[in-house]
Structure formats: structure tokens, C-alpha cells
């Protein structure tokens, strides 16, 4: 981009300029001497907008000189032509383009660059004034770097291919990761965050579920699970059938004496014992069912359909108390600015307390004090009951977070008490089963015979046995099937925790984002560290990290952020970053305000690093403030140098 020729009228302190410039500009003077206004203007003629005025351009009537009845910036730019603005009205002719929204379209359709772009590109020290928030999303919509959901989970998917993983799975991953974030909205950096975020607040639930899960596994006791059966379950019982039969046989053949009445008091003594197991194991499942009954069971621990919608709303509460809060500071802060600028020894103008005298009256001005208090009062008032609604509703949002945590940890209780009543249940019922064969073979007893009492002995032996085995085996399957049905789960949150693990990485800083910017940016960072480096004679370096943020390195120390640095470090990086962005945009400008912040050694590397590369630029415009003594021009070819004073401008 070339600006052939200016020309300024009542804008600020300049109530006519017209200037021609070359490829390499220097404007000179003291201070407040309208060097900065010249770059202001040139800012409102391409933009419509510029430091002294918002970013949608309100304030520009405040801009018109003192006695002026309204301002014009007329611009000769190369490959565009005449862009005139002028206010009020406001208006706009960008070369055979009228209207301020058409024209604007113009130019930015000509120099091939949004209004952010030209802000960087007209202003060295605008990129480094940035938060690191505005930095990284300023570089993603320079370079084009947004994507949607779908264009990640793309991306994602060839990059854990890479990495090692079969196709399969990772085109698997890769659509898991496409309900991180909604589809079709064509986002920068902050896809990336939240997508990261979203993994590990997944990760976070599966590991917690998996521990849940593997303390129900330690509370089953293995020893009972290594009762194995030799011959297998049917073979026993059908070993068990044969021995009550031969036993049947024997007691018949015994008759009613001495040995029918020890196997009827054994068989007593068994029905007592098995009635006791069946005591402590009813009481034990009674227990459970108490304990089940006291938390209101599954349905009633779960949470509330409507409990998320609540919590929805109230965060909703709190963000808009939040922001009520935040209006009303700014509002007494703006209240309070204005009185003090107004109740002030020179009574300043509130609108531009460093330009202008206040024109009011005494009277009027006491007026407006009241007026300003009064004002002041409510508002604080204002403030304090916002202040009361967000607590209130923070309060309560943190009063229903509690509440759902508290119902979930009593539902997965629920859960561990209904499956354990469920086995105690089971065996209750096989040990009632077990007393009701005893009555019926009690009831059933033949007259005894002692002439076999040693054999019935042996096999009433081998019966007990028998029947111990089979009951404790009913056990042993009811824990078993758990225990499978727990490890099968544990498995499967295994496998979900590794797959969230593999997401976390790769959508983190030095994962999938590293290795899309690096190519991308690799000459930007290039182009600012040569740069940097004939500014500063190699020491200083900036390197991009994985969040796009900006550090700088100065003789080998720890990396800055931008804003650490001094501002003739800061000035001389922004330098640098807007000599790239330039670069990217095509525009092959670079405008350079408040150089006298270098010292004479750093103005100097400028001076000669212009010099260097001026074939590289289409043109260059640097202010600097000297003292009364006007300099010298040197004379050098494609470089001009103005001097500007109180508002006007001559060329030296």
C-alpha cells in the first residue's frame, strides 16, 4: 500500500495540510505537535475510526479542529485512487465507490486487508498493546486460522493416524471428538480450549467411575470365589440323589430302633443350624433393606429432571449479575471521571480533559455536579442490590451442585445395596429350600436297623458333605456373575479412559494445534525474528508458543510475554510483528509512531534497517519528537523528511 499524496482538513490541530509523500517518510517535531494527528487520520480516512474514537467509530465529530465546521481526509492511494472522508455528515468516496458502507468495502476489497489488519499495519505499537487473548485471536483471523468442528475432527483423525494408530480407530476418536463442540460454527484458538476441556472433564467422570468400580471388586472376597466343585454341579447332585437313595434304603432297613433316632436328632440338629444361617442371613438382608428403604431407593436418589435446566437458569442468573455488576462499576467509574475533570482547579472538559477547557457557567456547572451526584447515588445503589442478586444467586447455584453430588453418591450407594440384598436374598431362599428337604426326610424316617448303623453313619457323612458343597456353591456362582459383570465394566472405563487420554493429548497445546500452526506460521515468526534482529543487533528473539502467544527472548534470558518488556522493547517488537503482518496482507507498509522512544543507538539500527530494505516496502511513515532545533534532511534518494509544528507541516 502507497499513499501518494495527503491532504487534512480540520482534523485536530490541522486546519490545512496537504503533503506528497515518497516511499520513506520521516515527520518530525516537539510535542503536541500533530504528528500523531497525521496518523490518526490517515487511520480514520482508511477506517473510519482511529485512537481517539471506538471501534465503531463514534466520537469522530470530537475530532473536527476547534472552529471548524467539519473535517475532510483526502487520500491518493496507489491501485485505489481518491478516498475522501469527511464528517459531518458522514461520508465517503473510495475511488468511483460512494456511501460509507460500499466504499469501505472498497477499500478494504483493494488493499486486500480487514480494518483489524490496517489497525496493526497503521500502528507498530497496536499488536504489542493487545491482551495475549486479542494477540492470538488477531494472528488466527490474519492467517485465515479458523475451523469448525468437522474440519478438526478431520484433521484429528489423519493426525492419530500418524501417530500410530489403525484408521479404524482413529476415525473412531475423531467422531468422538466431534461432540465436543457444536457443528458448523467456523471458529479460532477458543475450538481448540474447549474441545481440550471438554475431553478432560470426560476423563475426569470415567476415572472416577472406575474407581468406584474396582472398591466394589476389593469387597468381594476371592477365597470364595475358589470353591470349585471337583466332578462339576450336576454330577454332585447327581451323586447326592444316589446317596439319599441307598441312604432311604439303609434307614428302612434299620427300622425304628437307636440308630433312626440319632438320624432324627441329627437331622434336627441340622435344621437348627440351617435355621440359624438363615436368622443371620435374613437379618443381614433386612438390615440392607432398611438401610434401602431409609435412602428412598433408586428413583428418589437420582437427581431431578429438571435439576440441570435449574442449574442452567441460575448460572444464567449469575452471569447476568455479573455483567449488572461490572455496567454498574464501569458506570460510577465514568460518573466519577466526569466529576472529577469538571470539579477540578481548570475545570477540564470531561469529553477531553487534556484538549479542552470546560464552557459552562458556575451555575450550570453546579447543575450538572447535582445532576452527576445524584446520578452517582443511584447508581451505587444499583450496584449494591446487583451485588445482592449475585450472591444470592451464587449461593444457591453452589446449594444445587451440592444437592446433585450428594443425590448421585446416594444412587451408586442404592445400587451396591440392592445387589448385595439380592445374593443375601438368594441364599436365605437355598437355605430354606435345604430345611424343607430336611422336614420331608425328618418326617420320612424308617424304622431302624442296628446292623447297619455304621454304614448310615459313613453316609449320612458323605451327604452333609455333599450338601454343604452344593450350597456353598450357589454362593460362590451368585458372587462370581457380579464379579464378571463388575470386571466387565472396569474393562470397558479402562478402555474409555485410555481412548480420553489419547483425545487430551492431541487436542492439547502440543498436540494437534502445534503441529497445524507450525507450518503455517513458520515464516511469520521468521520474518519477525530477522527483523528483531537488525533492530536490536541478534539479541532479542520471539518465539511462538502452542497457544499462540508471543514471548520474547532477550540475550539468551527466560521468555517474556510483550507486556513485561520495556517500551523501547515493546516498540521495537511491535516494529517487527507489523513489518510481518504487513507482509502476510500483501500491503508492504509500515507506519512507526513515537520512535524517539528508542534511544540513539536503536533509532540509528532503525534508520539503517529502512534504509536496507526500502525496496522491500511500497512505503514507510516513522514520528518522532526532537527538540526546537529543526534537522538536517540528508538528502538520500526516495526519503523525505516534514516538519511539523502546532498543526502545520512543511517539508524539510
Same mark, same amino acid.
Given at each position: 500500500m502507497k499513499i501518494n499524496c495527503l491532504s487534512i482538513e480540520n482534523f485536530r490541530s490541522h486546519k490545512k495540510t496537504e503533503l506528497n509523500l515518497d516511499r520513506i517518510n520521516f515527520f518530525v517535531g516537539g510535542n503536541n505537535a500533530g504528528k500523531t494527528s497525521i496518523l490518526a487520520a490517515i487511520e480514520w480516512g482508511l477506517t473510519g475510526r482511529c485512537m481517539w474514537t471506538d471501534r465503531a467509530g463514534r466520537g469522530g465529530a470530537d475530532l473536527v479542529r476547534q472552529g471548524g465546521k467539519?473535517?475532510?481526509?483526502?487520500?491518493?492511494?496507489?491501485?485505489?485512487?481518491?478516498?475522501?472522508?469527511?464528517?459531518?455528515?458522514?461520508?465517503?468516496?473510495?475511488?468511483?465507490?460512494?456511501?460509507?458502507?460500499?466504499?469501505?468495502?472498497?477499500?478494504?476489497?483493494?488493499?486486500?486487508?480487514? !480494518? $483489524?489488519?490496517?489497525?496493526?499495519?497503521?500502528?507498530?505499537?497496536?499488536?504489542?498493546?493487545?491482551?495475549?487473548?486479542?494477540?492470538?485471536?488477531?494472528?488466527?483471523?490474519?492467517?485465515? =486460522?479458523?475451523?469448525?468442528?468437522?474440519?478438526?475432527?478431520?484433521?484429528?483423525?489423519?493426525?492419530?493416524?500418524?501417530?500410530?494408530?489403525?484408521?479404524?480407530?482413529?476415525?473412531?476418536?475423531?467422531?468422538?471428538?466431534?461432540?465436543?463442540?457444536?457443528?458448523?460454527?467456523?471458529?479460532?484458538?477458543?475450538?481448540f480450549d474447549a474441545m481440550e476441556k471438554r475431553a478432560k472433564e470426560e476423563r475426569k467422570e470415567q476415572k472416577k467411575d472406575r474407581q468406584r468400580i474396582e472398591a466394589a471388586l476389593e469387597e468381594i472376597d476371592a477365597a470364595s470365589l475358589n470353591q470349585a466343585l471337583p466332578g462339576g454341579l450336576e454330577a454332585l447332585k447327581d451323586h447326592l440323589a444316589g446317596m439319599k437313595k441307598r441312604r432311604d434304603k439303609l434307614l428302612k432297613a434299620c427300622g425304628?430302633?437307636?440308630?433312626?433316632?440319632?438320624?432324627?436328632?441329627?437331622?434336627?440338629?441340622?435344621?437348627?443350624?440351617?435355621?440359624?444361617?438363615?436368622?443371620?442371613?435374613?437379618?443381614?438382608?433386612?438390615?440392607?433393606?432398611?438401610?434401602?428403604?431409609?435412602?428412598?431407593?433408586?428413583?428418589?436418589?437420582?437427581?431431578?429432571?429438571?435439576?440441570?435446566?435449574m442449574e442452567k437458569e441460575f448460572q444464567e442468573k449469575v452471569d447476568a449479575a455479573n455483567k449488572a455488576v461490572a455496567t454498574a462499576r464501569s458506570k460510577l467509574e465514568a460518573i466519577d471521571k466526569a466529576g472529577q475533570a469538571l470539579a477540578c482547579k481548570d475545570r477540564r472538559c470531561p469529553l477531553a480533559p487534556e484538549l479542552l477547557q470546560c464552557g459552562l457557567t458556575k451555575d450550570q456547572l453546579?447543575?450538572?455536579?447535582?445532576?452527576?451526584?445524584?446520578?452517582?447515588?443511584?447508581?451505587?445503589?444499583?450496584?449494591?442490590?446487583?451485588?445482592?442478586?449475585?450472591?444470592?444467586?451464587?449461593?444457591?447455584?453452589?446449594?444445587?451442585?451440592?444437592?446433585?453430588?450428594?443425590?448421585?453418591?446416594?444412587?451408586?450407594?442404592?445400587?451396591?445395596?440392592?445387589?448385595?440384598?439380592?445374593?443375601?436374598?438368594?441364599?436365605?431362599?437355598?437355605? !430354606?429350600?435345604?430345611?424343607?428337604? =430336611?422336614?420331608? !426326610?425328618?418326617?420320612?424316617?424308617?424304622?431302624?436297623? =442296628?446292623?447297619?448303623?455304621?454304614?448310615?453313619?459313613?453316609?449320612e457323612v458323605a451327604i452333609h458333605r455333599a450338601e454343604s458343597d452344593i450350597a456353598l456353591h450357589s454362593e460362590t456362582v451368585a458372587l462370581a456373575g457380579?464379579?464378571?459383570? =463388575?470386571?466387565?465394566?472396569?474393562?470397558? @472405563?479402562?478402555?474409555?479412559?485410555?481412548?480420553?487420554?489419547?483425545?487430551?493429548?492431541?487436542?492439547?497445546?502440543?498436540?494437534?494445534?502445534?503441529?497445524?500452526? %507450525? %507450518?503455517? @506460521?513458520?515464516?511469520?515468526?521468521?520474518?519477525?525474528? $530477522?527483523?528483531?534482529?537488525?533492530?536490536?543487533?541478534?539479541?532479542?528473539?520471539?518465539?511462538?508458543?502452542?497457544?499462540?502467544?508471543?514471548?520474547?527472548?532477550?540475550?539468551?534470558?527466560? @521468555?517474556?510475554?510483550?507486556?513485561?518488556?520495556s517500551r523501547s522493547e515493546q516498540l521495537r517488537a511491535g516494529i517487527a510483528i507489523s513489518d510481518a503482518l504487513s507482509a502476510a496482507a500483501g500491503l508492504k507498509f509500515l507506519a512507526i509512531d513515537e520512535a524517539d522512544i528508542l534511544e540513539q543507538d536503536n533509532r540509528d539500527l532503525l534508520s539503517g534497517m529502512l534504509l536496507e530494505l526500502a525496496e522491500e516496502y511500497d512505503q514507510v511513515l516513522v514520528f518522532t519528537t526532537v527538540g526546537d532545533v529543526q534537522p538536517v534532511n540528508p538528502g538520500l534518494p526516495g526519503v523525505k523528511m516534514f516538519w511539523v509544528e502546532e498543526g502545520a507541516v512543511k517539508e524539510i
Amino acid at each position: 500500500m502507497k499513499i501518494n499524496c495527503l491532504s487534512i482538513e480540520n482534523f485536530r490541530s490541522h486546519k490545512k495540510t496537504e503533503l506528497n509523500l515518497d516511499r520513506i517518510n520521516f515527520f518530525v517535531g516537539g510535542n503536541n505537535a500533530g504528528k500523531t494527528s497525521i496518523l490518526a487520520a490517515i487511520e480514520w480516512g482508511l477506517t473510519g475510526r482511529c485512537m481517539w474514537t471506538d471501534r465503531a467509530g463514534r466520537g469522530g465529530a470530537d475530532l473536527v479542529r476547534q472552529g471548524g465546521k467539519h473535517m475532510t481526509v483526502a487520500l491518493d492511494v496507489a491501485r485505489l485512487g481518491a478516498v475522501v472522508r469527511s464528517l459531518p455528515p458522514h461520508t465517503l468516496q473510495a475511488g468511483k465507490v460512494s456511501g460509507v458502507n460500499e466504499g469501505q468495502a472498497a477499500i478494504h476489497n483493494a488493499l486486500g486487508a480487514a !480494518e $483489524d489488519r490496517l489497525r496493526v499495519v497503521l500502528n507498530a505499537g497496536a499488536f504489542v498493546n493487545m491482551s495475549q487473548a486479542e494477540q492470538r485471536a488477531f494472528l488466527f483471523n490474519a492467517y485465515g =486460522l479458523t475451523w469448525t468442528v468437522e474440519q478438526v475432527a478431520a484433521e484429528l483423525a489423519g493426525w492419530l493416524a500418524k501417530k500410530g494408530l489403525p484408521e479404524e480407530e482413529a476415525a473412531r476418536l475423531a467422531k468422538r471428538a466431534r461432540s465436543y463442540y457444536p457443528a458448523g460454527i467456523a471458529c479460532g484458538p477458543e475450538i481448540f480450549d474447549a474441545m481440550e476441556k471438554r475431553a478432560k472433564e470426560e476423563r475426569k467422570e470415567q476415572k472416577k467411575d472406575r474407581q468406584r468400580i474396582e472398591a466394589a471388586l476389593e469387597e468381594i472376597d476371592a477365597a470364595s470365589l475358589n470353591q470349585a466343585l471337583p466332578g462339576g454341579l450336576e454330577a454332585l447332585k447327581d451323586h447326592l440323589a444316589g446317596m439319599k437313595k441307598r441312604r432311604d434304603k439303609l434307614l428302612k432297613a434299620c427300622g425304628a430302633g437307636r440308630e433312626v433316632q440319632a438320624r432324627r436328632q441329627a437331622l434336627e440338629e441340622k435344621i437348627s443350624q440351617a435355621k440359624k444361617k438363615a436368622s443371620a442371613a435374613g437379618t443381614k438382608a433386612e438390615s440392607l433393606a432398611a438401610e434401602l428403604e431409609s435412602m428412598g431407593g433408586l428413583g428418589k436418589a437420582a437427581c431431578k429432571p429438571g435439576n440441570d435446566d435449574m442449574e442452567k437458569e441460575f448460572q444464567e442468573k449469575v452471569d447476568a449479575a455479573n455483567k449488572a455488576v461490572a455496567t454498574a462499576r464501569s458506570k460510577l467509574e465514568a460518573i466519577d471521571k466526569a466529576g472529577q475533570a469538571l470539579a477540578c482547579k481548570d475545570r477540564r472538559c470531561p469529553l477531553a480533559p487534556e484538549l479542552l477547557q470546560c464552557g459552562l457557567t458556575k451555575d450550570q456547572l453546579d447543575t450538572v455536579l447535582l445532576s452527576l451526584r445524584s446520578e452517582y447515588k443511584v447508581t451505587s445503589q444499583e450496584l449494591g442490590r446487583q451485588k445482592t442478586a449475585l450472591k444470592e444467586a451464587t449461593e444457591k447455584l453452589a446449594e444445587m451442585r451440592k444437592s446433585r453430588e450428594e443425590s448421585q453418591a446416594r444412587a451408586r450407594r442404592i445400587i451396591l445395596l440392592q445387589g448385595e440384598l439380592k445374593t443375601r436374598r438368594r441364599v436365605v431362599e437355598t437355605i !430354606e429350600v435345604a430345611i424343607t428337604d =430336611l422336614r420331608k !426326610e425328618l418326617a420320612g424316617l424308617p424304622e431302624e436297623d =442296628l446292623s447297619l448303623l455304621e454304614d448310615l453313619a459313613n453316609l449320612e457323612v458323605a451327604i452333609h458333605r455333599a450338601e454343604s458343597d452344593i450350597a456353598l456353591h450357589s454362593e460362590t456362582v451368585a458372587l462370581a456373575g457380579r464379579k464378571t459383570a =463388575l470386571e466387565q465394566d472396569a474393562e470397558t @472405563l479402562a478402555a474409555e479412559v485410555a481412548d480420553l487420554e489419547v483425545l487430551v493429548k492431541a487436542l492439547g497445546p502440543d498436540g494437534l494445534r502445534r503441529d497445524m500452526l %507450525s %507450518s503455517i @506460521l513458520e515464516g511469520f515468526v521468521g520474518r519477525v525474528n $530477522d527483523r528483531l534482529g537488525r533492530l536490536t543487533e541478534g539479541a532479542y528473539q520471539v518465539t511462538l508458543g502452542g497457544d499462540m502467544t508471543i514471548s520474547c527472548r532477550a540475550n539468551g534470558g527466560p @521468555l517474556l510475554p510483550l507486556r513485561l518488556l520495556s517500551r523501547s522493547e515493546q516498540l521495537r517488537a511491535g516494529i517487527a510483528i507489523s513489518d510481518a503482518l504487513s507482509a502476510a496482507a500483501g500491503l508492504k507498509f509500515l507506519a512507526i509512531d513515537e520512535a524517539d522512544i528508542l534511544e540513539q543507538d536503536n533509532r540509528d539500527l532503525l534508520s539503517g534497517m529502512l534504509l536496507e530494505l526500502a525496496e522491500e516496502y511500497d512505503q514507510v511513515l516513522v514520528f518522532t519528537t526532537v527538540g526546537d532545533v529543526q534537522p538536517v534532511n540528508p538528502g538520500l534518494p526516495g526519503v523525505k523528511m516534514f516538519w511539523v509544528e502546532e498543526g502545520a507541516v512543511k517539508e524539510i
